[in-house]
Every structure is written in C-alpha cells, then in structure tokens.
C-alpha cells in the first residue's frame, strides 16, 4: 500500500492566491481527515470526512477555507485568497472506520508571502 | 484548560536511561488512546495503542489510568533514534473527534 497520498510537498504561494492542496487516502479508509500544524498551534483538526461526507468542520478557521470529498479516493483542501498566516504544514490523514489510529500522508508544507 | 495536555520537555536523557511522559486528558467519556511519534519535518506516526490493561511492545510500555485520566510512555533503554516528538492522542466517542496533544520533545545523547 502506498500510504497516505499528498500533493504538492511544497508550496509557495503570494497572498491572495488561491491554493488547492490534494490528498489520496490509503484504499478502504473511510475516514479523512485535514490537520495545519505549526509551532505555535501545534495539530489542529480542521475537518473530517466520514463515507466521504464532512461530519465536523469547526476547526476550519474561516471562510476562506473550504475542503471536499467528490469521492473515496481524493480530497482537496482550498484557501481563497491565501494570507502569510495560513503558512504551515498542512497534513491530510485517513483512518478504517471506527478505529482512531490514523495514517498520515507526509503533508504539504504552504508558505504565504 | 486544554483538553490534552503534555509536558512540552524537551527530556535530555543518555543513551540507556529509562524515560517516561505522562499525559492527561480532560473528558472522561473519552474512549481510545495512542501514542504517536513525529520525527523533524516529518508526519506523525502511530507508535501504539494504549490499553486499559497496559500494553507493551518491545522497550516501549504504554499505561492508561482512567480513573485520575492520563495515560503514560515509558521508554527503556533509550537509543538515539528514539530522539523525536512524542504526541499523546485522545479519542472521543466512535473514534472521529481526536485530540492531539502538543508533543513532549524527547532528546537522547550518546
């Protein structure tokens, strides 16, 4: 299995362009899951999908975040427009249903400047 | 108070100590729990489940008290590739709202 997908490693972008980040999760998960982590705020959930439906997205900090699943394979998590503080490492993690031990892919690392 | 919570460390320990994190919790109805391990610039990984009953795998022993809520690592023998950060996980009914803690920073020196 090759794990936990994630596209592209790096990004560097200008604030106030739009930013797509991809994921894969590993086949027969059906839990997904997008984290930001930085030094300051360490991991912060900001959505999951179960079934390929968002169950809770409270942790996505504002309206210019938004996340899909169109199906089991592949999800997107999109910033429009992109600010400096939107720079971290952005981790996409799936999980077989009903378990909480999670793969992570090996993250997107964004910087905004 | 935050709903996991880790002493931030950094541990400095030699090769061959003995080392242990605690890690406590704050909602009781929280149902599974893991230990998770991430390296520099890199994802976390699962390191292992932790049990009611404790569990062990190899030098690493893992303990959960449900009673006082916290959960703990034990490393034996250290070795200098178990230098990372160790995140103490939390999970909530049915698996889906998972907690990570901040990570406790765990150096070994030759």
């Known amino acids: 299995d090759a794990g936990v997908i994630q596209s592209p490693r790096h990004e560097v972008t200008e604030m106030g362009q739009e930013v797509t980040l991809r994921c894969k999760p590993i086949?027969?998960?059906?839990?997904l899951f997008w984290y930001r982590q930085t030094m300051m705020r360490g991991l912060e959930l900001l959505i999951y999908f179960n079934n390929n439906v968002p169950i809770d997205d409270s942790g996505m900090p504002e309206d210019r975040f938004s996340a899909k699943m169109p199906n089991a394979s592949f999800s997107t998590l999109k910033i429009q427009p992109s600010e400096p503080r939107d720079s971290a490492v952005y981790f996409c993690?799936?999980?077989?249903?009903?378990?909480?031990?999670?793969?992570f892919g090996s993250g997107t690392r964004l910087t905004v400047v | 108070r935050k709903e996991v919570e880790q002493d931030p460390g950094p541990f400095n320990v030699p090769e061959g100590a003995t080392v242990a994190f605690n890690c406590t919790y704050s909602?009781?109805?929280?149902?599974?729990f893991f230990w998770y391990r991430q390296d520099c610039r890199k994802e976390p990984k699962l390191l292992m489940s932790?049990?009611?009953s404790g569990n062990e795998d190899g030098r690493f022993t893992a303990q959960l008290n449900r009673a006082s809520q916290y959960i703990s690592l034990l490393i034996r023998d250290s070795k200098l590739s178990d230098s990372a950060t160790y995140l103490c996980v939390v999970n909530q009914a049915g698996g889906f709202k998972t907690i990570f803690g901040a990570g406790t920073r765990l150096f070994v020196k030759a």
């Open positions: 932790v049990y009611s």
């Open positions: 993690a799936s999980s077989p249903r009903d378990r909480g031990g999670y793969t």
């Open positions: 909602n009781s109805a929280s149902q599974s």
């Open positions: 086949s027969g998960h059906n839990s």
